[in-house]
Nanobody, 124 residues
Framework: QVQLVESGGGLVQAGGSLSLSCTAS????????VDWYRQAPGKQRELVAT???????NYADHVKGRFTISSDNAKHTVYLQMNSLKPEDTAVYYC??????????????????WGQGTQVTVSS
């Protein structure tokens, strides 16, 4: 079983910075990609940023230039550096990963996992 654990959320004033981390543990062969999502109260969960195992990144328009996603493959950890935070960035942030695991009969298969979420609150 694979687990994703997020950390780093908290309360910050507008204009401040926070760094989130997401660490995968368990029986995994490879992490193909990791996404950060967020969900504000009363709103749908939305994609914030993605990083692939090859290092390619993609960002939602509303965080481009402010957020940076990076990874340490050896530690199975992905980071989200958030700068110039705005009150509208307030949400629960979740990491989501596509992981390759060894399935039945040794066949490698993709599986998808979510972390438990970490609260980010930006005060005005």
């Amino acid at each position: 079983q694979v687990q994703l654990v997020e950390s780093g959320g908290g309360l910050v004033q507008a204009g401040g910075s926070l760094s989130l981390s997401c660490t995968a543990s368990g029986s995994l062969f490879r992490i193909n990609a990791v996404d950060w999502y967020r969900q504000a109260p009363g709103k749908q969960r939305e994609l914030v940023a993605t990083i692939t195992s090859g290092g390619s990144t993609n960002y939602a328009d509303h965080v481009k230039g402010r957020f940076t996603i990076s990874s340490d493959n050896a530690k199975h950890t992905v980071y989200l550096q958030m700068n110039s935070l705005k009150p509208e960035d307030t949400a629960v942030y979740y990491c989501h990963a596509e992981v390759i695991i060894a399935g039945a009969q040794g066949i490698f298969v993709p599986r998808y996992y979510w972390g438990q979420g970490t609260q980010v609150t930006v005060s005005s």
